[in-house]
């Protein structure tokens, strides 16, 4: 962060293999996967069911009311990218709709991830652009004030920095420093493997009190078990 | 507004041509094309997916917790109005559920805009009524305090006249001033037409940065570009 | 409640038949039927649309950020229990997953309903697992503190028993005392046939306000009826 | 309200006599006077306890994170005048510190009233500037956006005109409409009048179900009494 | 609970003693002796700083925007005494002020509770009458709905019952079932004992991490201890 | 950040001259002049009037319910320093008193700013200790679960990195990032001297309309001035 504003132009991106495979997970296996890390929070909802995304974060810094520096950001994006949009203090506003989300498909971006307000919602569904945004409103923006794209960010009290990896789906959105892209995919396919076992168990009846050892805690932390409650 | 309550049974309504006019554009462009304005906020949402309507404003100020003077307003309504129900201080009721709905479809309204809650989902939406509202509540109301029926009311800090046209689709809802209904159709009509040839620009890869000169104002507004950040 | 922390094994149930004969009724129903009590608030949401559950509470009261109750609990559900889970303060974490929903499925309990949140969307909607949270997040929990399984819990502002039935569909939750469950189902039916003839009449267009003889309520209230606003 | 963007130099104003009266009594004598109306709710508190102001409204629209019209409204301010500021969307932005306060200050405004934040807390508790708030913040705005100056705004889920009679103490800020300043003086007065009677009836032991007659509603209401719960 | 509205006239309290000894213990000091229970949460404010009562609960269940209930249950207050307002959904209204606290005061009763909002703030503070709300309101309330006196009420996640023992401070409400209060003594003592003693030694520059034993916990929990961060 | 849990004993800190003459100017001039940055948040309020604070950020990242890790860093505190805590979820619990204040002003602490709650009320403000903090609550913690001491955090939107200059007073609180200590408080007081000539111009009845130029900016805004209201 700085008090200038300014567009950087070329960021490093995680390798596509990694970006690729990661896209295999959900958001809460790596989230878990990477030290229960960069969960961007439960307020930043998609706008429909079932949409997935993974790619790299170009981020945008926006004052609020104002999508002038989304349009900036507009040109920054290669394909594969995910626009993860921000505004410096709390926004209601319906920064995004239809015609930018024309735009960002044109430049190939996978999707948008926003902390304000989008709009055009029969449309963007229609159009199937995925989009995890904090609210719906019609409400427009101006194009008056200066912001900036490709700087750190923080959304959902987390930092995400240009390049890093965005992953999202019905849980909400994850991001992955950019340098850990490759450990987060081994990360998570273990701790799928690891599920995978533990969910076949499960189904079979056995108990996670048994399966991960918690009766012993339960007693060391003094929790009694009584047939029928006192009366 | 007044310290009486009055329930008034006459009111004047936009020509119904340009209510049905209107009907062709979403509230994102009708919002918009009247300058920014009649978006009643991003916490009355749809119900369901994909309704839409557009109707004559037929208002409702209830005390919260108490939906007596919808039942008077039901009357009141003439076949393609929109009942507008607002409370005088915020509830969370459910203060319509699936009998109001069924009385309001044989008065011919064709859907619900309110500042509170509704309950009978499933039935309302097995029924196809349209509401937007603030939330989902099985808490009752009683039939106990006065209200009004056609008098100003305010809701998601928009006044909403009775008569004025409501428009409601996916991004909530917009009140446009009953005498201005002729209007906003024509500039709702101007802006689409704008927008059509934009959207084509756009999604020939052409950028809104041009397309909407932004590149002066990133100048004028001292926002630097640089290739790469610096570290 | 107690400043013990103590999971009771065996509870008393209502009888299933009239657990299984309230199933019948919505939750608006029968919130309304028993005196306008038990409903959790309108912050408890249904997963997905549709779904419908009624069974016998298991509670289970976790610190907050902590699911270890929860494992504690599976234990003593049985078939045709819902799994009731509160935190001792506000909690927005991921509480349950697909695994745990895996554990309660093979347990033959019925669906979650839960004061926080809940992850791995995906899977739990592909499971028609049905579950009523707070929100949705990948926010990991420990398993580190005591709690209790099967005490007294409040809930959405409501107290919930274990064994009390729990009704829940597309309008929210509502909970009925155990020992009111035959009463409740009673109740329900009288109230849904009479809702069956009002609704006939108001489809045929009688109005609510002479149905439920209003309109002299309104008369008392000083409501005024003029035919149009004054200027 | 209108799409273009207007500042009205010369509205009327309430009879200073009538403004002058009415600060006699407190916001709620006056909200209940007048028929429970005009309360801008309990999100605007006062930024310290025991200010009390009544004024005339200056009106004010901002675009959100924008204080233009802030300062093109300073100019218009007459002494005895109240500056209300609304936005068009949500904002917790510090609109207003210590330099326009200065400014009103200079121009005979009595107090501030704005639906988002205000800075400079120390500053202008020290200048015993009254100042009526959603929030405290430093977050600073930009001057780039048109609005409006005296025209209607909404606060609260009310509507302020220009040269309303504003009336803010501890229990928050409530509007009168110009026309009826002399009328709210009147109502306000009996009502104290009654008020003063029952203070002393209730001071002595009297009970208000007594004094206004409750025993009877509550027996209408089905309301039991008895002597001891039952077990 | 029950589908009945009720006034329930005796209630059992806690002794005298009991009551009185618990008032030299501060809230937080008494929830968390008995077991961290009793909370009534973070948004029942004092109306300001400094005051503290110590008393029985005499409890109201009102339907929200309606205050005849608290009339209903001044009668049976009785010196010493505490009034625990609730509603059966969330109101903001100001259910209670200057006159209903004149009433209580003369009834010898020690402060108010209320899941709602107040108002005559100026007023209550100049009378030193202890209020604990969610918020301050002017909006007015109607007497026109049934509710229940000496019920148990649930309030901030809690649930009080008549004769409880009410405990109110700076930092919130705490509430203690009334046949613990005896016991509840003997804890807080105890507890205020134990931390008379720690907090000498915190104050001599010892360590929580010491005094605790909480360097063993935090490398059973594998926390790293480096001199210096990484680069 | 790491998904290792871990207590950084040593940090770099800005020179105490820059952080002393920091102490001289308000938190919304530093804001302001380091480029509109660093203001955590409107949520994180004083608990009483007039503190004021600065100092070096130790920073503390706990799981939600859970202080064990504030402990932890109190070890590492430093006379000057000032503790910031954060959790990984949000939480409302009380997780710093009486007894961790005492051992924190014996280590030369300045005071605390902390994403949750805080308890002993009034206990801090009789010990003026200062605190700024999101809620104030009795409910207690455990400690059980690992976190880390002097990581980057985030709180309010901002990312704190430990030994970044902590500047709080009534308006809230702002970060600075250590390496721009020296470099902020030359941009405050150049900020504070202009400010110092424009409050002498305002206090003389000059407007900021003029002061600033803004006159040209409303006519390029298409601001329409005028006499009179249409009607």
Redesign the interface.
């Known amino acids: ?11 490093d991106r995680a390798a596509q293999p990694d970006i690729d495979a990661l896209a295999a997970y ?3 296996t790596v ?2 996967a ?4 960069g ?1 961007l ?2 307020d930043l ?1 998609p706008i ?3 949409i ?1 995304i993974t790619g790299s974060a170009v981020t945008v810094s926006c ?4 999508n ?2 989304v ?2 950001a ?2 920054i994006c290669m394909p594969g990218d995910i626009l993860v949009v921000t505004t ?7 920064m995004v ?4 989300a ?2 960002l ?3 190939g971006v996978r999707g948008l991830v926003i902390g304000a ?1 989008v ?5 963007l ?1 229609a159009m199937q652009f995925p989009v995890w945004a904090r ?6 923006t ?7 794209v ?3 960010v ?1 959304l959902g ?3 995400v920095e ?1 390049g890093d990896v965005i992953r999202a ?4 959105v ?1 991001v992955v ?1 950019r340098s850990e892209a490759a450990r987060a995919v081994a990360l998570a396919r273990a701790r799928t493997d690891r ?1 995978t076992a ?2 076949e168990r ?4 056995e ?3 048994d399966i ?1 050892g ?1 009766r012993a ?2 007693a060391a ?9 006192e009366r």
């Open positions: 962060m700085s008090d200038r504003h300014v567009v950087v132009r070329s960021i959900g958001t809460a989230h878990e990477i030290g229960r890390r969960f929070g439960p909802r429909q069911d079932g997935s004052h609020a009311g104002d002038l520096m349009h900036a507009v040109e410096t203090a709390p926004s209601t506003h319906g709709g239809e015609l930018l024309t735009s498909v044109a430049r307000g709009r055009d919602m029969g449309e569904r609210c719906v409103s019609c409400e427009g101006v194009k008056a004030s200066p912001g900036s490709n700087i750190a923080v009290g987390q930092v240009p789906d019905d849980d909400g994850v420093p599920e533990t969910r499960l189904a079979a009846g108990l996670g009190l991960y918690l805690t339960l932390l003094g929790v009694e078990v009584v047939e029928r409650a």
